[in-house]
């Protein structure tokens, strides 16, 4: 089965940091841009950030910019979001997703450019 699958969400209190992770189950990731993606209760689920496969290059919501940091180990088939100094407004379930293309860049950090998604982490900021 094709789906990325995500760990390390927890709570964690004002200012922490998390690691998460997305390790592809199914597929290699070489090929493949992955993109984060956050979801809040009662709110809409938002790009948060995605690295491009051919080259690396990242992209940042501005939400995140300067306090989250996306990177890829194609050996361990896994991508990592770094998130730091947290905050309570970052509470959210996190998700992760394969988009079906090796580029990513703001004009595709939107739900419908990806195509498989994992089940999600979720990720509570409280003190």
């Known amino acids: 089965q094709v789906q990325p699958v995500e760990s390390g969400g927890g709570l964690v209190q004002p200012g922490g940091s998390l690691r998460l992770s997305c390790a592809a189950s199914?597929?290699?990731?070489?090929?493949?841009?992955i993109g984060w993606f956050r979801q809040a209760p009662g709110k809409e689920r938002e790009g948060v950030s995605c690295?491009?496969?051919?080259?690396?290059?990242?992209y940042y919501a501005d939400s995140v910019k300067g306090r989250f940091t996306i990177s890829r180990d194609n050996a361990k088939n896994t991508v990592y979001l770094r998130v730091n100094n947290l905050k309570p407004e970052d509470t959210a379930v996190y998700y992760c997703?394969?988009?079906?293309?090796?580029?990513?860049?703001?004009?595709?950090?939107?739900?419908?450019?990806?195509?498989?998604w994992g089940q999600g982490t979720q990720v509570t900021v409280s003190s």
């Open positions: 997703a394969r988009r079906p293309f090796r580029t990513c860049s703001d004009s595709y950090l939107m739900r419908q450019f990806f195509d498989s």
């Open positions: 199914g597929f290699t990731l070489d090929y493949y841009a």
């Open positions: 690295i491009s496969a051919s080259d690396g290059s990242t």
